[in-house]
């Protein structure tokens, strides 16, 4: 992956105007087309209102509308600077620094890295070849029994394409009717599917898949090609985050931050910079 250092931030984005004319720029590559005038016109930059007119009759158009920054009152460069430092983690970044950071408040800091990781849920398509499928358990309380049946905790299914894409979702159970449809919709017919021995997966093969099991209730780890070690690095890199940086995700909230742990995972090789890839979800 190419580096997007601070530097290149700073020489991209140094001010709100060099952020409004970016996304201008990305909303309009090929320019505006004004209404009244029927046709594309070159559009001059109104400073007092964020917005851009036509130089022709003088109609506007607001670069924000529709985006996550519309009505927001905080400066553009504090959006573009939180997305950036979003990128730039690994595990995440908490709200309470971004309001040392930056000067900002908690709350707002909290609303703007809500807002920015609802661009964060892609649709990854179906998966195919090896997949591995296994649940995991996150928040409540962490004395007394753990994993499955562990008191207070939000059940997350998913899967993992081998050298592929995660797809993750809470769920309100781990039960077959909630596991079965999510493979089913999510996996092309005729891959390999690796799981361990909960019960909850013995339908899989039924729906037309190879299923291939390891027993980790006899510490059975692997087993030739079958394991669940991809799906469980994955996990182990989620609770990390939540727990180090976060601390605790309420369920309301928790699929967002699935969904954010997801996307970087999704797009650690990609030759396009992380938080090139976070403002491409802009438009």
């Known amino acids: 992956m190419e580096k997007y250092t601070t530097k290149d931030f700073e020489r ?7 952020c409004m004319d970016w996304l201008f720029n990305i909303r309009y590559p090929e320019g505006v087309y004004c209404p009244k005038c029927d046709k594309v016109t070159k559009h001059h930059r109104i400073k007092a209102r964020s917005s851009y007119s036509c130089d022709i009759c003088g109609s506007q158009v607001y670069p924000t509308a529709g ?12 959006w573009f600077q939180v997305m950036y430092r979003m990128a730039s983690t690994r595990c995440g970044i908490s709200a309470k620094q971004i309001q040392r950071e930056t000067g900002v408040t ?4 909290w609303r703007m890295f809500k807002q920015i990781r609802s661009l964060l849920d892609e649709n990854c398509g179906t998966v195919k070849g090896e997949v591995e499928a296994d649940e995991t358990y996150i928040g ?17 299914i998913g ?17 077959s009717k909630a596991i079965t449809p999510f493979i089913a919709q999510n996996v092309a017919l005729e891959s390999t599917i690796y799981t361990d021995e909960f019960r909850s997966y013995n339908n899989v093969s039924k729906l037309g898949y ?4 390891v027993n980790h209730g006899r510490e059975q780890w692997v087993d030739g090609l079958a394991h669940t070690n991809t799906i469980e690095g994955f996990w182990s890199l ?13 369920p309301k909230y928790l699929q ?6 997801s996307f970087r995972y999704n797009h650690r090789n990609d030759e396009t910079p992380m938080f090139q890839s976070f403002l491409e979800k802009l438009v």
């Open 12 to 18: 991209d984005f140094p001010s709100d105007d060099a």
């Open 67 to 78: 985006t996550i920054f519309h009505k927001s009152s905080t400066p553009l460069k504090v």
């Open 106 to 109: 908690y709350k707002t800091a």
């Open 140 to 156: 409540g309380k962490h004395s007394g029994t753990r994993g499955r049946g562990a008191e207070g905790k939000t059940p997350v």
């Open 159 to 175: 899967i993992a394409q081998r050298h592929g894409k995660i797809i993750a979702s809470v769920s309100p159970d781990v039960s």
């Open 210 to 213: 190879k299923h291939r099991v």
């Open 238 to 250: 989620m609770k990390r985050g939540i727990d180090g940086v976060y601390h605790a995700v309420s």
């Open 256 to 261: 967002s931050y699935v969904n954010e742990y």
